[in-house]
């Protein structure tokens, strides 16, 4: 039943979907802009950014197309709203802004929730000493990462970025100022210029509204930009939090824990309560975790529907950009909302 063009949606806007194919024909546009087939309208069937797609009836003349089918994903972000990422490149700088270890450990859990791969660059090494980026790197050996060392200066350090690029769709993630724009805007000299010519094609400026999309990297693979954001709230329960740290994760393989849901605080018998690092981190998340697990329950009591990213005292606030689907009470509404409803969330979200 899948016939057609294989392609991949890298932009959303209003009805139309842009879609980049994997093999056009020789002296053919690799880029389409597509309707939705009537079938996939009726049965609701959304379609991401990210999403693998069957493209029919290719008008070549006229760079347009109609989507047929969509392939099953392998994994499904929330915000920003990508269908299969294979990774999220967690940037921070390792100065200007100075590298807050907490904060760090706040994105970490954030983008590990997501249960997506991820792999953290630590920018601007232009900034430091080789001997503050070695005990850097000692010490987040410790939490259980391996960083990329990046600098906008320093050519020899992108190609072990490259390698980790090269054929996946990545999400670029971190707060802001950690040079991330700098990032995409080398990996792919001629965005700006493309930019321009997608925001002529669907009709609205990129810059005017804000909408997720896919980047092809001249090495192939696929890279998505996610705005800025300084202090992401915890998605995840306290019951699951222990599980984002992978020095837990790797010591629950070894050692158990007295009761099996422990809590990894005052508990008799506990392996994990002690002298690490991360510890603390863990132990102030958990209390947030808790209070907000806590809240969260008080609220769904209260109130059927209750959409935290309302006004928080007054004024938009934002909830953190990487979240994946499972995290999100999906309501029978919101499954059989429409197109436009759902672009027009996620632009509000986004
Ligand atoms: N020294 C140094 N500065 C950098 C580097 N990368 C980016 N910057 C600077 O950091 C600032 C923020 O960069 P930007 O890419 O806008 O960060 P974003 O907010 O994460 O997108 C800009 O002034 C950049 O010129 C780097 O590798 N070294
Ligand atoms: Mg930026
Ligand atoms: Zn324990």
New binding site residues.
Partial sequence: MTTGLAGTVVAVQANFYRVQLHHPPADHPALLLCTRRSRLLKTGQRVMVGDRVWVEEPDWQGQRGAIAAIEPRKSELDRPAIANVDQILLVFAVAEPELDPLQLSRFLITAESTGIQVQLCL??C??VTSEAIAQWQSRLDQWGYQPLW????QPERWPSLLAQLTGRTTVVA?P???????LINRLIPDLELRTAKVSGKLGRGRHTTRHVELFELPQGGLLADSP?FNQPDLTCSDRELAQYFPEIRQRLTEVSCQFQDCRHLEEPGCCIRGDWERYAHYQSLLEEAIAQTQQQNRSNQEEVGFKRKSADGGKLRYEPKLQSRRYRRDSRRSQHQTVAEALHNAEIED
Avoid: A
Wanted: proline share 0%; glycine share 24%.
């Fill in positions: 920018s601007k232009d900034l990046l600098s906008q200066n971190g802001s100022g950690v040079g991330k724009s700098s800025g």
